[in-house]
């Protein structure tokens, strides 16, 4: 029997080429999908570039933002010029206490002020029943060792503190927040008082935000490439 091939040539030819333009095919779409799939230099560098102006606009809004505290604090001079009696009348008007921990803030100490807020809030509970929970949030939260917002206190009156919460009584965070109240008052508090915008305010100055200065400077190509690969978001 005569092989098939031979009776039909043109079969094998066809199929010889049938199979060279599926490689070819195959070949051709593997290489649009890779290039697809990565974006050129150009492209990362504009993604770069990006991400720098976003964290240089982050940056510098950050530090305008005690300019904030004058607007925040809706008070009016006299009422600010009263701040500067006392402590104690700065932390008892409620404008007062926005503009300090605002301030806070920008000293990265605000845990001082919400533990204090804290324990005033704690002492308003009106039932026995209320004050475990409330007693071991505030004690997770800014006093055991480790705390997110720990605050700075003596190894006494941690101690002290520490022994009272499985059974807390309405004076459990007493003898803290009486220590956390007086660094405040001693140290943060006077520098409040030294502080632009509550100068400003005093004043009854209203100070615009300082313009934001935007990266204007690209990469080039060749720079890009000695860039870390750091960025995965490609």
């Given amino acids: 029997m005569e092989n098939p091939l031979l009776l039909f040539p043109q079969l094998n030819i066809s199929a010889s080429k049938d199979k060279s333009y599926y490689k070819v095919t195959k070949t051709a779409n593997k290489e649009e999908t890779n290039k697809a799939s990565k974006p050129g230099a150009k492209q990362k560098r504009n993604r770069l570039s990006l991400l ?8 510098e809004d950050h530090l305008g933002k005690p300019t904030h505290l004058t607007k925040a604090a809706s008070a009016s001079p006299e009422e600010a010029v009263k701040w500067g009696e006392s402590f104690d009348k700065l932390l008892s008007q409620k404008a007062g206490l926005d503009a300090f921990t605002k301030f806070l803030k920008t000293e990265f100490s605000e845990e001082n002020i919400e533990f204090w ?12 029943h209320e004050l475990l929970p ?19 206190l003596d190894f006494h009156t941690k101690e002290v503190t520490s022994q009272n919460i499985e059974q807390p009584i309405i ?4 003898a803290a927040q009486s220590t956390v109240y007086k660094l405040m008052e001693q140290d943060s508090y006077p520098r409040f008082l030294r502080s632009d915008p509550y100068l400003n305010l005093v004043k009854g100055r209203n100070p615009c ?20 690969s750091d960025f995965t978001v490609w």
Avoid at 52 to 59: D, I, N, P, R, T
């Fill in 52 to 59: 720098l102006q976003k964290s240089e606009f982050h940056e």
């Fill in 117 to 128: 807020i804290a324990c005033e809030d704690y002492k308003k509970s009106k039932t026995a």
């Fill in 134 to 152: 409330k007693a071991k949030t505030i004690y997770e939260t800014f006093i055991q060792k480790d705390a997110p917002k720990e605050v700075n």
């Fill in 171 to 174: 004076t459990t965070f007493d």
């Fill in 209 to 228: 935000r300082p313009a934001l200065r935007r990266r204007s400077r690209s990469f080039t190509v060749n720079e890009f490439k000695d860039v870390r």
